[in-house]
């Protein structure tokens, strides 16, 4: 699992840039023959070169026509550096040849007073519950260190409920390690189609927002308690996920989705609302605009297009010819 700590939270803090590390990720496959990313040569696997040493083949990039209509289905990058940009050229000419630029939300077109209450009324205690009360003594724990090491009050996060602070912890960490959300990619495009092109939202941060309503106080702890475990190495995590971004290697970042998601109910569940569950809308709605004709450049989390699940797949058994550029 894109520019607040609201659209960043639907799990996809994944395909993330990382131009200030010049640490080299190795991508090692053991036996079973699944991926592994790691900062240090692979032993006792079956060792490949470093992925910042692969030459860059393609960009994370689709194309899919049926009917009247072309998508160009871009894999988004929610937190950026500076050394992203410019952008492949082909990505750039796509862009230029769409009428509608398609997002998840419009992040640009949003009212903070309205945000905020939003923010206050979804994600904040009212009934005199803290996080504290929420979470056993090691969490509790754990999750007033990370705060210190993030210089942030854990008062702050403690009047949030767990998802949000999840998201909170994530964000912050992220803009630690130097990455910015106004750096993203889906932030770059919407303001290059602003005046310019027709946007049309995928979803909305209210309705983004009510799917952790959904979740019981049991898995919103839990997602906590993984964001926890996570930030220890996430550092490595997401320069891996850069390297099979830069590829345009589809398959390299879902097996590293895969790989970092628990093999429990809570996860399952977060993973079929904020995944599964959002490929096949977001897909039903693509498959609408299509229909009416003309060429829509599609910027959604790059997570949402890998997988059998992923929105390529359910274009293809849709019967949509799809290719990657």
């Keep these: 699992m894109a520019h607040t700590i609201i659209t960043i939270g639907l799990l996809l803090l994944t395909a993330l840039f990382s131009g200030i590390s010049q640490a080299e990720v190795y991508r090692c496959a053991s036996a079973n023959g699944s991926s592994t990313f790691q900062d240090r ?31 160009y289905l871009l894999g988004s990058i929610h937190f950026g ?21 398609v997002v998840e939300a419009n992040i640009l077109d949003v009212d ?9 009324e979804k994600a904040l205690y ?29 008062e702050m996060l403690n009047q949030q409920k767990p998802w949000f602070a999840s998201m909170t912890l994530t964000s912050l960490a992220l803009n630690h390690f130097g990455y910015s959300e106004a750096l993203g990619i889906d932030n770059h495009f919407l303001k290059q189609a602003q005046g310019q092109k027709k946007i049309v939202e995928l979803e909305s941060l209210e309705w983004q927002l009510s799917l952790f309503e959904q979740l019981t106080p049991q898995a919103q702890v839990a997602m906590l308690e993984e964001t926890l475990r996570e930030l220890k190495n996430g550092k490595t995590f997401f320069e891996g996920m850069l390297h099979a971004w830069k590829n345009g290697d589809a398959e390299a970042l879902q097996a590293l989705i895969d790989e970092s998601t628990p093999n429990d109910a809570h996860a399952a569940r977060l993973n079929q609302l904020i995944i599964t ?49």
């Design 277 to 325: 569950d959002r490929n096949h809308s977001m897909t039903k709605v693509l498959n609408g605009l299509a229909n009416q004709g003309g060429h829509y450049f599609v910027v959604v989390g790059a997570g949402h297009l890998t997988g059998n699940e992923g929105i390529i797949a359910l274009l293809k058994r849709q019967g949509y010819q799809v290719s990657q550029y």
């Design 112 to 120: 903070p007073l309205s945000t905020a209450q939003l923010i206050t």
């Design 126 to 154: 009212h009934d005199g519950s803290t996080l504290q009360k929420e979470l056993n003594a090691t969490t509790w724990q754990q999750l007033t260190a990370a705060a210190r090491t993030l210089n942030i009050p854990v």
């Design 41 to 71: 040569p692979c032993q006792g696997q079956t060792a490949t070169a470093p992925l910042n040493q692969i030459k860059k083949e393609r960009p994370f990039l689709w194309q899919a026509s049926a009917g009247k209509g072309t998508l």
């Design 81 to 101: 550096t500076p050394s992203m940009y410019p952008l492949p050229t082909i990505i750039s000419t796509t862009f230029n040849r769409a009428d509608t630029l």
